[in-house]
């Protein structure tokens, strides 16, 4: 069973930075699409960032272009999301997520990813 553990989330003041990590375990030893989603309060889960399996390819919502990145360290079976110059419209829950894919479905709604974590909360403060 696929299973995927996000931290280092929590509070931080607009214009700061946090750095999320997932670990993902259960799979046979092979890298697979992964991503990163949120979701607002009252709100739908909206895509945030993808990678492909080598980390070579990444995608990115509009709204965090320029401020975050996705990154990730096959050797740790980890995806991190560097987030910078934080606002507080990107205060939500955010949840990483693998697929079954090498390459990241861009024209699925949830970007071909089929696993998903339980979410960590993200605060930013004014």
């Known amino acids: 069973q696929v299973t995927l553990v996000e931290s280092g989330g929590g509070l931080v003041q607009a214009g700061g930075s946090l750095r999320l990590s997932c670990v993902e375990s259960?799979?046979?030893?092979?890298?697979?699409?992964m991503g990163w989603f949120r979701r607002h309060p009252g709100k739908e889960r909206e895509f945030v960032a993808a990678?492909?399996?080598?980390?070579?390819?990444?995608y990115y919502a509009d709204s965090v272009k320029g401020r975050f990145t996705i990154s990730r360290d096959n050797a740790k079976n980890t995806v991190y999301l560097q987030m910078n110059s934080l606002k507080p419209e990107d205060a939500a829950v955010y949840y990483c997520?693998?697929?079954?894919?090498?390459?990241?479905?861009?024209?699925?709604?949830?970007?071909?990813?089929?696993?998903w974590g339980k979410g960590i909360l993200v605060t930013v403060s004014v």
């Open positions: 997520a693998s697929g079954t894919t090498r390459t990241v479905v861009t024209l699925s709604e949830d970007y071909g990813m089929d696993y």
């Open positions: 259960g799979r046979n030893g092979n890298a697979y699409s």
């Open positions: 990678i492909n399996y080598s980390g070579s390819t990444t």
